[in-house]
């Protein structure tokens, strides 16, 4: 999944006509989220703002697995924004569920991951362009709404096999009657795996005229973004995306990116770089915004930006900010708190 970096989001009108469908109107919604009222004329916000649209309609509707049910099942297919219409009309589940993970890097900040393998496929939700998950109702509608495409696309009530939450998400057995699957809460990641098998269901809602014209401009607004980004950009984000994982290296970013690592290498020459320094720049700035968070410890952020031991980590703190770790956030804790 390859990154999108301009904090633009758009949200669809069809959003507010829902949650007015629901007794919850937008000017509320915008007054609980600390937003001016604009935004529901001009909804274009940050990922801050978003996250913030989406807590207010939590905090609104009270609880939050009926509000993931609810908002996925009134949300009228006639109001769906281009992106999503195109995963609609499409073949079948799988041409859908397709397109879903190929458009949402138009509509950022969640990214979808989808990975078959044997009797089941699995949808993974990521973020992208912050570190923060969004907020428990945003989880849960992204994943049932991968469930009611399917269910509103083949016309057939499916269910799915499991569905893993990280955050709680409230009334965990309306969620499993809804879902029809059991749900575990407090997972490791947020992920929806369907049956493989209904994947090749086609869509009732199948209409190739439609998709002519949409996929086109939709294909062309997606590569323009990806022009626009500059590989050094696209390079650091993987990395931070990456540094837990253990040992990152210029061949991995390269696989990700499907180039070769010389040709990879060649693109940052080309942009005044290089892979180390967008490796320490990632890791520096990854330390920077771990450090700020006092519940995690030193030894903690330095294996979450990929070093094996604390030594290491201090020496090169040092390097980027002439201090050490400690010194530097009671320093920053201290102001923070003037």
């Known amino acids: 999944m390859k990154p999108h970096f301009a904090d633009r989001i758009k949200i669809p009108p069809g959003f507010w006509e829902g949650l007015r469908q629901l007794g919850i109107a937008a000017h509320d919604v915008a007054r609980k989220a600390r937003l001016p009222l604009t935004i529901i004329t001009e909804p274009v916000v940050t990922t801050t703002q978003y996250f913030a649209i989406w807590q207010a309609y939590s905090d609104l509707i009270g609880e939050t697995a009926i509000g993931i049910i609810k908002l996925a099942t009134v949300f009228d297919t006639a109001k769906y924004p281009p992106t999503v219409l195109a995963t609609y009309h499409a073949r079948d589940y799988r041409d859908a569920l397709n397109r879903m993970v190929r458009y949402k890097q138009l509509c950022p900040p969640e990214s979808l991951h989808i990975t078959e393998e044997g009797e089941h496929?699995?949808?993974?939700?990521?973020?992208?362009?912050?570190?923060?998950?969004?907020?428990?109702?945003?989880?849960?509608?992204?994943?049932?709404?991968?469930?009611?495409?399917?269910?509103?696309?083949?016309?057939?009530?499916?269910?799915?096999?499991?569905?893993?939450?990280?955050?709680?998400?409230?009334?965990?057995?309306?969620?499993?009657?809804?879902?029809?699957?059991?749900?575990?809460?407090?997972?490791?990641?947020?992920?929806?795996?369907?049956?493989?098998?209904?994947?090749?269901?086609?869509?009732?809602?199948?209409?190739?005229?439609?998709?002519?014209?949409?996929?086109?401009?939709?294909?062309?607004?997606?590569?323009?973004?990806?022009?626009?980004?500059?590989?050094?950009?696209?390079?650091?984000?993987?990395?931070?995306?990456?540094?837990?994982?253990?040992?990152?290296?210029?061949?991995?970013?390269?696989?990700?990116?499907?180039?070769?690592?010389?040709?990879?290498?060649?693109?940052?020459?080309?942009?005044?770089?290089?892979?180390?320094?967008?490796?320490?720049?990632?890791?520096?700035?990854?330390?920077?915004?771990y450090l700020a968070n006092p519940l995690l410890d030193i030894k903690e952020v330095a294996f979450l930006i990929g070093y094996e031991d604390q030594n290491s980590f201090y020496r090169a703190f040092r390097h980027w900010e002439g201090d050490t770790p400690s010194n530097w956030r009671k320093k920053q804790l201290g102001a923070n708190s003037l």
């Open 121 to 289: 496929c699995t949808i993974e939700l990521g973020w992208l362009n912050t570190e923060q998950p969004g907020p428990s109702m945003l989880v849960g509608i992204t994943l049932a709404f991968l469930l009611e495409l399917g269910r509103r696309g083949t016309g057939q009530p499916l269910t799915a096999k499991f569905v893993e939450f990280s955050q709680p998400m409230g009334d965990v057995q309306a969620l499993e009657a809804y879902f029809g699957c059991p749900i575990q809460m407090g997972a490791k990641g947020n992920r929806l795996t369907l049956y493989q098998r209904n994947l090749d269901l086609s869509f009732v809602s199948y209409n190739e005229e439609l998709l002519e014209i949409l996929t086109p401009a939709l294909d062309r607004s997606l590569n323009d973004q990806q022009r626009s980004r500059s590989m050094a950009d696209t390079v650091k984000w993987i990395i931070k995306r990456s540094l837990t994982g253990g040992r990152i290296d210029i061949q991995t970013v390269a696989k990700e990116l499907s180039m070769s690592d010389r040709t990879l290498q060649r693109r940052l020459t080309e942009e005044n770089t290089s892979f180390k320094h967008l490796l320490a720049q990632a890791r520096h700035e990854q330390a920077r915004k």
